[in-house]
T-cell receptor
Framework: DAKTTQPNSMESNEEEPVHLPCNHS???????IHWYRQLPSQGPEYVIH???SNVNNRMASLAIAEDRKSSTLILHRATLRDAAVYYC???????????FGQGTRLTINP | DAGVIQSPRHEVTEMGQEVTLRCKPI?????LFWYRQTMMRGLELLIY????????DSGMPEDRFSAKMPNASFSTLKIQPSEPRDSAVYFC??????????????FGDGTRLSIL
């Protein structure tokens, strides 16, 4: 499994953009980058995933470096509800075993 | 649409007792996963099923833990006998069959288990 490195915690203000980084320098060419988040007292929630090009959905954007050794999850306008632990998880196409690291605890200030 | 439903939400029991956790996956999903979350070890995959068949149980801690999926709409995780170190939040998740594609996993709200 590819090893990931994320900051333990980050803090931002409501209605401002948030950029959550993830280093995955040992990623293989067939690993997709998945992001999940876990709100307090809830189960994890899928956010987004991608392989090489940048991806957008209603929740967030995912920017993947050209060498694929890092990626950034972008929340365009953070709300208080975005306060959660965010996990970056490399996953081979078709694989089903999610390996959760420690993630980044995101705090949003009103 | 109903999400993944887990029961009970909370369970407190004494060491040595049998504990059964239950999960109803999202209708139509054919992959089911059991995870455990503790402060020390974070979120760990215990076992997962495809089409009711266990595929990988390498994360099951020991023989005291067993999981079954008798049909597509129900799964159980059983601990017998329970020990204080089994105290954790247990999550169930389901997805469409991920083979050949990356299908998001949908998690339930978990069962908070305390073994006294």
């Amino acid at each position: 499994d590819a090893k990931t490195t994320q900051p333990n915690s980050m803090e931002s203000n409501e209605e401002e953009p948030v950029h959550l980084p993830c280093n995955h320098s040992t990623i293989s060419g067939t690993d997709y980058i998945h992001w999940y988040r876990q709100l307090p007292s809830q189960g994890p929630e899928y956010v987004i995933h991608g392989l090489t090009s940048n991806v957008n959905n209603r929740m967030a954007s995912l920017a993947i470096a050209e060498d694929r050794k890092s990626s950034t999850l972008i929340l365009h306008r953070a709300t208080l509800r975005d306060a959660a632990v965010y996990y970056c998880i490399p996953l081979v196409l078709g694989a089903q075993k999610l390996v959760f690291g420690q993630g980044t605890r995101l705090t949003i200030n009103p | 649409d109903a999400g993944v439903i887990q029961s009970p939400r909370h369970e407190v029991t004494e060491m040595g007792q049998e504990v059964t956790l239950r999960c109803k996956p999202i209708s139509g999903h054919n992959s089911l996963f059991w995870y455990r979350q503790t402060m020390m070890r974070g979120l760990e995959l215990l076992i997962y099923f495809n089409n009711n068949v266990p595929i990988d149980d390498s994360g099951m801690p020991e023989d005291r833990f067993s999981a079954k999926m008798p049909n597509a709409s129900f799964s159980t995780l059983k601990i017998q006998p329970s020990e204080p170190r089994d105290s954790a939040v247990y999550f169930c998740a389901s997805s469409l069959d991920g083979r050949g594609a990356n299908q998001p996993q949908h998690f339930g709200d978990g069962t908070r288990l305390s073994i006294l």
